[in-house]
C-alpha cells in the first residue's frame, strides 16, 4: 500500500537514497532540508510518516517532534515519527521516546534497514486500525473511540501519538489484566522492534501525563509491581 512519507534531512546524499529505497517500496516522498521548512511541510502536507533527522539548520528535530505532538488542534498531531540521529546513546534514545517518538534509529544507518523500519511502523498503526475491537468503551470519564482513534477524559479531547494510543488500546481492551513489558512490546511495538525494557516505562509515563487527572493516583494506567501495568482496577 502506497503512504506519503515525509523525510526531513540535510544531508542531500541521505536523502537522495533513502527516497530511492521508499519510492521502490511503493510510497510518495517528500522532502525538506531544514528544520522550519520542514515543519511548513509536516503541517501542511498531512503525511502517513515522518522520517526525522535530529540535527538540522534552522530548527532541531527535538524541536520539531515537541511542536508537533503538542497542539490536538493539529491534525499531524498523532503522525508516526522515526527519528534518525548520530546520537545513539540510551539518553537520547529514552528523550526521542519521551517526545513521542515511534521509532530511533542511529547513524550511520542502511537505507534498507530503515525502509524496513518504516514498512514496520506503518504496519503497526494499521494494525490497530484493523484490530476487531469493540467501537467505544467508556471508563470512569474516559472515552476510547476505536474507529476514530480519539480518546476524551471528562469531555476533554486528547492528543496521542499512535504509539500512546496502541498502548492505551491494548491495555483497554481487557481491563483488569496486568500485561508485563514483554508483552506490551509485542503487542504494541511488535515482535520486529529493536527496543528495550525503559522504552514501555517512557511511553507509559508520557500516556499517564496526558491522561491521568492525578498523576500521584492514577484513575486508569495502574503499575503492577514485579509484572508491568494494567488498565483499571483487577
Given at each position: 500500500?502506497?503512504?506519503?512519507?515525509?523525510?526531513?534531512?540535510?544531508?542531500?546524499?541521505?536523502?537522495?537514497?533513502?527516497?530511492?529505497?521508499?519510492?521502490?517500496?511503493?510510497?510518495?516522498?517528500?522532502?525538506?532540508?531544514?528544520?522550519?521548512?520542514g515543519l511548513e511541510m509536516a503541517r501542511n502536507s498531512s503525511p502517513d510518516l515522518i522520517v526525522l533527522d535530529l540535527m538540522l539548520p534552522s530548527l532541531d528535530g527535538m524541536e520539531i517532534c515537541r511542536a508537533l505532538r503538542k497542539d490536538s488542534d493539529v491534525p499531524i498531531s498523532?503522525?508516526?515519527?522515526?527519528?534518525?540521529?548520530?546520537?545513539?546513546?540510551?539518553?537520547?534514545?529514552?528523550?526521542?521516546?519521551?517526545?513521542?517518538?515511534?521509532?530511533?534509529?542511529?547513524?550511520?544507518?542502511?537505507?534498507?534497514?530503515?525502509?524496513?523500519?518504516?514498512?514496520?511502523?506503518?504496519?503497526?498503526?494499521?494494525?490497530?486500525?484493523?484490530?476487531?475491537?469493540?467501537?467505544?468503551?467508556?471508563?470512569?470519564?474516559?472515552?476510547?473511540?476505536?474507529?476514530?482513534?480519539?480518546?476524551?477524559?471528562?469531555?476533554?479531547?486528547?492528543?496521542?501519538?499512535?504509539?500512546?494510543?496502541?498502548?492505551?488500546?491494548?491495555?483497554?481492551?481487557?481491563?483488569?489484566?496486568?500485561?508485563?513489558?514483554?508483552?506490551?512490546?509485542?503487542?504494541?511495538?511488535?515482535?520486529?522492534?529493536?527496543?528495550?525494557?525503559?522504552?514501555?516505562?517512557?511511553?507509559?509515563?508520557?500516556?499517564?501525563?496526558?491522561?491521568?487527572?492525578?498523576?500521584?493516583?492514577?484513575?486508569?494506567?495502574?503499575?503492577?509491581?514485579?509484572?508491568?501495568?494494567?488498565?483499571?482496577?483487577?
Open positions: 500500500m502506497s503512504h506519503n512519507v515525509l523525510v526531513i534531512e540535510d544531508d542531500p546524499g541521505i536523502t537522495r537514497v533513502v527516497r530511492l529505497y521508499l519510492e521502490q517500496d511503493g510510497h510518495q516522498v517528500l522532502t525538506a532540508s531544514d528544520g522550519l521548512s498523532d503522525v508516526p515519527i522515526i527519528m534518525v540521529t548520530a546520537r545513539e546513546s540510551e539518553g537520547d534514545r529514552l528523550a526521542g521516546f519521551d517526545l513521542g517518538a515511534d521509532d530511533y534509529i542511529p547513524k550511520p544507518f542502511s537505507p534498507r534497514e530503515l525502509a524496513a523500519r518504516v514498512r514496520a511502523v506503518l504496519r503497526r498503526t494499521a494494525r490497530q486500525t484493523d484490530a476487531q475491537q469493540p467501537p467505544t468503551t467508556e471508563y470512569h470519564g474516559m472515552s476510547i473511540d476505536f474507529t476514530r482513534r480519539t480518546v476524551a477524559v471528562d469531555d476533554h479531547k486528547l492528543a496521542l501519538t499512535p504509539t500512546e494510543f496502541r498502548l492505551l488500546a491494548l491495555l483497554a481492551a481487557s481491563p483488569g489484566r496486568p500485561f508485563t513489558r514483554d508483552q506490551i512490546i509485542d503487542g504494541v511495538f511488535g515482535y520486529d522492534f529493536d527496543g528495550f525494557d525503559r522504552t514501555v516505562d517512557v511511553h507509559v509515563a508520557n500516556l499517564r501525563r496526558k491522561v491521568e487527572p492525578n498523576g500521584r493516583k492514577p484513575r486508569y494506567i495502574q503499575t503492577v509491581h514485579g509484572v508491568g501495568y494494567r488498565f483499571g482496577d483487577a
